[in-house]
């Protein structure tokens, strides 16, 4: 289980406040969808939970599995089980995609004390999962997300996600930059990885992506607070009205 | 400094100076003089050596007031010179091309040992057997008044001891890699003169090495290199070279490229010394291309520099420079590209990159693009960066479980990589790779 305490966070260079007594819990198995306004919040969320470096947490606290994350370092957090899809994923010019996962696997596996793979297996490995996400083998060989569309990156994050079998998944705006064909192909991706065992978060700006990947709980996040949850109909209704209704209430 | 400065005015106005200011630039005319006797060659090579000892008396060593050695002051940075290495050194192949390199290249490897050849290979002559009876093409190249132009080169015409002899048939496509080694003993300073001639259509990969393994001496050398392409050759030229601290490596590569030429040069340099990869190119028919790489690893006190001269003389012709470099501790690197398209040389199509990753804030990279353009339909470019490692990127492969030291040997690896990823024969680009990648960890 995924426990947000009355998190409070700014920017470790400026004074800017972002998030302010965030609280949220989301119990194994359950898929839950943050829906809000630009500039509520939901990015730092996302990096606060991987624990990217420039923010400063001020109060509350992040525990997963009954144990507090903020403190670890990133790649700590991996080996835990948490795993954050990037709403930008980042080219790293230089290092072959089967490269780059097999590293990352075998890291993650190596913390979790499990034996590493060796090249045959992780070979299997990542050719079935990439088969399903319709990722042509061949570009797992350039570098990467170099020269990559946006849905080939988005769809390189989720086989990512598939071969780091994460526990926590954490969807940072993963509709954006995606055509229908792709959300299609992504969804399916995620929604395979739906499990007793998983939490899931997804962060979206758009209802579109919630009829794919169909949530539990909807929780409206402005102004650095949950200012509202519901079922999956909060998500529909927040289409018709849009956040005009909590961004008044922030002001 | 101000006495070196009257001597060179002095000497430009035609007198005749004896006197030099450094004690180093004295040991030298000093070594030249001790060993002129027994330098290899006739009375021709002596008259080009004495000539070129005296144009270096005038000079002197070059100090930072010389354009071409702005950031490599050898007036101020050779304090002393050591004696020259005449031969007598045995080295066999495997142990003068040191770790990574395996029995293949070894068995092609043309190795020289304190200033002498020792291992020969079929079609290749030791230079100082050679003088005696050198065709014309040799000779002439010895004689290259392009190489009195700077005084480190006039050092190397002076005292070279020996050299390779290459001589490439016309159409001839020689399959594996054709390795020249060079190795001396610490203490010693040693001077090779190789002389290349590809012939019209001929494809071949040339590959220079010369390594001072960790825990070696102190050691100089001078290494000059004429290359000579004909018409339609397709040629790749390697060089690999690693110092140690305190050591000084002088290189120079002197290329010239007939029409419809591929010239693909390829320059590392690793360790702690001071090291200096001059390269001239000179466009003399059309439709040639010269593509550079070049990658090296700074560490300590080390000082590398790639000085490249593009000369394009005539139209139609591709000159492209990828120069990557990773400095840490108080390293240097230099990048001097300069390229010069003359009036008729329309069409010239040049670019050039330099790029410097930054591991300590006590590293320095010095990066000079002088684009001399007088012809009006060309296209040439040129950009430089100096950065540190990206934190963005890191974050993204610690937050998949790949620990920060690991994330961060990896982006290393993959900038200077993408500089190797240019040599196109697999086994050289792996040792290359790996050579880079120990010294990176080193």
Not at chain 1, 153 to 169: D, G, H, N, V
Not at chain 2, 93 to 101: D, M, P, Q, R, S
Not at chain 2, 323 to 345: C, E, H, S, Y
Request: charged fraction near 25%; aromatic fraction near 6%; charge should be negative.
């Amino acid at each position: 289980m995924l426990e947000i305490k009355n998190l409070h966070v700014k920017l470790a260079d400026e004074d800017k406040v972002i998030l302010k007594g965030l609280t949220l819990s989301v119990p194994k198995g359950e898929v839950h969808a943050i829906m809000g306004p630009n500039g509520s919040g939901k990015s730092t969320l996302a990096y606060v939970l991987a624990g990217r470096e420039g923010y400063e947490v001020t109060d509350g606290d992040i525990l997963w599995n009954g144990e507090s994350i903020i403190e670890m370092e990133p790649d700590e957090r991996a080996a835990k089980g948490v795993f954050l899809a990037f709403q930008y994923p980042m080219e790293i010019p230089g290092v072959a995609g089967l490269t780059f996962l097999r590293t990352a696997t075998n890291a993650v596996r190596k913390k979790r004390e499990l034996p590493e793979m060796t090249t045959p297996e992780f070979m299997k490995f990542v050719k079935e999962k990439a088969a399903k996400l319709n990722i042509d083998f061949e570009m797992l060989k350039r570098p990467v997300n170099v020269g990559f569309s946006g849905g080939e990156k988005k769809r390189s994050e989720i086989l990512q996600m598939a071969m780091l079998e994460p526990t926590l998944c954490v969807l940072d705006e993963t509709d954006s930059g995606l055509d229908i064909d792709a959300l299609k192909v992504v969804s399916d991706g995620v929604n395979a990885l739906r499990g007793p065992d998983r939490a899931m978060l997804v962060i979206t700006h758009y209802q579109r992506l919630l009829n794919h990947i169909v949530p539990d709980k909807v929780h409206v996040l402005a102004d650095g607070r949950i200012q509202k949850t519901g079922g999956k109909e909060l998500a529909l209704e927040l289409e018709k009205s849009g956040y005009a209704e909590f961004t008044g209430k922030a002001a | 400094m101000e006495g070196a400065a009257a001597v060179s005015e002095k000497a430009g106005r035609g007198m005749t100076v004896q006197m030099l200011s450094t004690k180093a630039e004295q040991a030298i005319l000093a070594s030249f003089e001790a060993n002129a006797a027994t330098l290899p060659g006739g009375a021709a090579v002596a008259a080009l050596r004495r000539a070129a000892i005296g144009a270096f008396a005038s000079k002197g060593l070059p100090s930072r007031r010389v354009e071409e050695f702005k950031y490599t002051d050898l007036k101020a940075n050779v304090k002393d010179v050591l004696p020259l290495a005449t031969g007598g050194g045995t080295s066999d192949a495997a142990t003068a091309l040191g770790a990574h390199f395996g029995p293949d290249f070894a068995a092609n490897a043309v190795v020289f040992a304190d200033g002498r050849g020792v291992a020969a290979k079929a079609g290749v002559t030791f230079l100082a057997d050679a003088l005696g009876k050198a065709p014309d093409w040799v000779s002439a190249a010895l004689a290259d008044a392009e190489l009195s132009a700077s005084s480190d080169l006039l050092l190397n015409t002076a005292l070279f001891t020996d050299g390779a002899v290459l001589d490439i048939a016309a159409g001839a496509e020689v399959a594996e890699p054709i390795v020249i080694a060079a190795t001396a003993k610490d203490g010693a300073m040693t001077a090779l003169r190789h002389v290349i001639r590809v012939g019209a259509g001929a494809k071949a990969t040339i590959v220079e090495i010369e390594r001072a393994p960790k825990g070696s001496g102190v050691r100089q050398s001078s290494a000059l290199t004429q290359i000579m392409i004909a018409d339609g050759a397709e040629v790749v030229h390697i060089k690999l070279v690693e110092t140690q601290k305190g050591s000084l490596h002088l290189s120079h590569w002197q290329a010239n490229l007939g029409a419809n030429v591929s010239y693909k040069p390829f320059q590392m340099t690793v360790g702690e010394g001071f090291v200096r990869n001059g390269l001239n190119v000179l466009f003399n028919g059309q439709h040639s291309t010269f593509d550079y790489g070049a990658a090296s690893v700074g560490h300590g006190t080390g000082h590398a520099d790639s000085s490249l001269i593009v000369d394009h003389k005539v139209p139609h012709c591709t000159s492209r420079e990828l120069f990557k470099t990773v400095l840490d501790g108080q390293a240097r690197a230099v990048f001097q590209g300069r390229v010069i398209v003359r009036p008729n040389a329309q069409k010239t199509d040049g670019k050039q990159m330099a790029q410097a990753l930054m591991l300590s804030p006590d590293a320095e990279f010095d990066s000079k693009p002088e684009l001399e353009i007088y012809a009006d339909d060309v296209v040439c470019g040129h950009g430089s960066t100096a950065a540190e490692i990206d934190p963005d990127l890191v974050f993204y492969c610690t937050s998949r479980g790949i620990p920060t030291a690991v994330a961060r040997g990896m982006l290393i690896e993959s900038f200077i990589g993408e500089a190797i990823d240019k040599v196109e024969h697999e086994g050289l680009r792996e040792a290359l790779g790996e050579i880079a990648r120990d010294s990176l960890t080193a």
